[in-house]
């Protein structure tokens, strides 16, 4: 027989494995029933934004980034996912991504949640590809960051098939070419930032710039995809002498505020185009894209967004106009 002191040790442990077992079964059993009531509810969506400087920079407020000019559009219904990374060209965000930090960040978080159906759809709805600017580079004046025209071809390649394997082979995506390079501006810049050490030599410059946004031309067709092409946009939206859309960048290469504006509306234009079934249409009395008035494309999965709008709730009985976010009526099937 086991004496007394021995006796309650071993009660007490035999109590705490008990108690220890009914916790984690009621803790698997109240995360089961989280998991398959969330199935019901509408997530909101998701865009990412893979680039370099121009599109880590597109969150700028200061320069009313391209970015932030997305999430205000989809206010309520997507979140935009800022993934570009400053001074970056097509090799070295590849060899991010090879990382396990690199492809958590730019892939595994954005799908933690849903995962990728099968039929291929996942919570991303949209994801731009913006790069060149670095990869332009002169091959002589700046080694470090050129990338030959036949290998950036294969990295977008390679960028495009790794979205369609991480997000969903039928996830949407807009390929972007890099903007134009204004030849003053850059000299300019060059004696701003480096005075006496300025090279007054261009390591990028408008031709360069116009191969490489030829390149993307060429993969997005490639791949059936649209290609926002900004290099012949801007120019052809400020024609004639004077190189007036030299205004759309701050430094002969990144954008300006006027730059991130024309980016953003050209893409919300490209969207409603080929994309229509994801697109914001906005207010009718407003042009406002964040109001009960306003509408999204029916793969976003509803039509108002997530929650109801202030001025759907009645205040007598709010509880009424909460009833449709219970999870009952909503869509279990993820929408295109």
């Known amino acids: 027989m086991m004496n007394t002191p021995l006796r309650c040790y ?25 998991r398959k009531v969330s199935e019901g509810f509408i997530r909101r969506n998701k865009i990412v934004l893979l680039g370099d400087s121009i599109t880590q920079m597109s969150f700028s407020a200061a320069l009313s980034g391209w970015g932030a000019h997305l999430a205000d559009i989809y206010q309520r219904r997507c979140d935009v996912f800022n993934r570009g990374m400053s001074g970056y060209n097509t090799d070295w965000y590849l060899r991010y991504l090879e990382t396990d930090q690199g492809r958590y960040d730019v892939f595994d ?3 933690v949640n849903g995962g990728v159906n099968d039929d291929g759809v996942s919570d991303v709805k949209l994801v731009t590809i913006f790069f060149g600017a670095n990869d332009a580079s002169c091959s002589k004046l700046n080694p470090r960051h050129h990338v ?8 977008l390649q390679k960028l495009v098939s790794l979205c369609r394997k991480h997000y969903g ?12 390079v204004h030849h003053d501006s850059r000299l300019k810049y060059q004696i701003e930032r480096y005075g006496n050490k300025a090279t007054g030599k261009l390591e990028r410059t408008l031709d360069l710039s116009s191969e ?22 801007m120019q052809d939206t400020m024609p ?27 893409l919300k234009e490209m969207v409603h185009e080929v994309y229509p079934e994801i697109a914001v249409t906005a207010c009718p009395h407003t042009g406002y894209t964040g109001n009960s008035s306003s509408k999204g494309g029916l793969a976003l999965g509803s039509e108002r967004g997530v929650g109801p709008w202030h001025d759907q709730i009645d205040h007598l009985q709010a ?18």
């Open 319 to 336: 509880e009424k106009s909460f009833e449709a976010t219970s999870g009952t009526s909503c869509p279990k099937k993820r929408s295109l």
């Open 109 to 111: 978080s954005m799908t």
């Open 10 to 34: 071993f009660f007490l442990v035999v109590t705490f494995l008990h108690h220890t077992s009914i916790a984690m079964d009621c803790g698997s059993h109240q995360s089961g029933e989280k």
């Open 169 to 180: 082979r039928k996830v949407r995506i807009i390929l972007i070419t890099p903007p134009p």
């Open 212 to 233: 490489y946004a030829a390149a993307v031309e060429a993969v997005a067709t490639d791949f059936l995809l649209p290609c926002l092409n900004v290099w012949q946009l």
């Open 148 to 155: 030959s025209i036949p290998q950036f071809k294969k990295n």
């Open 240 to 266: 004639g002498e004077g190189e007036k859309w030299s205004e759309y960048l701050s430094d002969g290469l990144h954008l300006s505020s006027e730059g991130n504006i024309f980016l953003g509306e050209s």
